[in-house]
């Protein structure tokens, strides 16, 4: 099987600045309310955490169409996983386009395919973010950890 990168994309009522700033500025918001350091600029570096499990990312480009990060330390602290660090090395790219009556977000997940062992869990957490960030934009209240 060819690996198959985690990828999905949704719409928002919100223009695509609105996007930048959730992605960059607002991630307590939808993601954690866990989150240390900075991540509005190219450079930047932030951990999210949940519980055990944390993230750290290095901002490799945060402008109005690409938010893309690139994951330098991780601990996925999940029931059944032997392999606890594979989101190293992984990034995340979100794709910001604006389209009629809001903006397309899509976000793709390199690294995030059915071959790593937390991909179920982490596909959850992927769909359950997004689904947040979603309701921020479009109701002003996100769900995070």
């Known amino acids: 099987m060819a690996n ?3 990828t999905t994309t949704v719409n ?11 992605l960059t500025l607002g ?23 949940f519980d055990k499990t944390f993230m750290t990312f290095t901002v490799e480009r945060a402008n109005e169409n690409k938010v893309k990060w690139q994951c330098t330390d991780a601990n996925t602290d999940a029931p059944g996983l032997d392999v606890k ?4 090395g992984t990034s995340i790219l979100w794709q910001i386009e604006p389209v009629a009556n809001g903006t397309q977000i899509t976000l793709t997940h390199y690294g995030l395919s ?8 982490c596909r959850a957490g992927r769909h359950q973010f997004t689904a947040s ?8 209240k996100g769900m995070p950890f």
């Open 4 to 6: 198959q990168d985690f």
């Open 12 to 22: 928002v009522n919100k223009p695509a600045d609105a996007v930048l700033s959730a």
């Open 27 to 49: 991630i307590t918001q939808w993601w954690s309310h866990d989150f240390t350091g900075s991540a509005d600029k190219a450079g930047d570096t932030f951990t999210v955490r």
């Open 85 to 88: 660090d594979e989101w190293i």
């Open 114 to 121: 059915p071959e790593v062992q937390c991909y179920e869990i």
């Open 133 to 140: 960030l979603v309701s921020l934009l479009n109701t002003g």
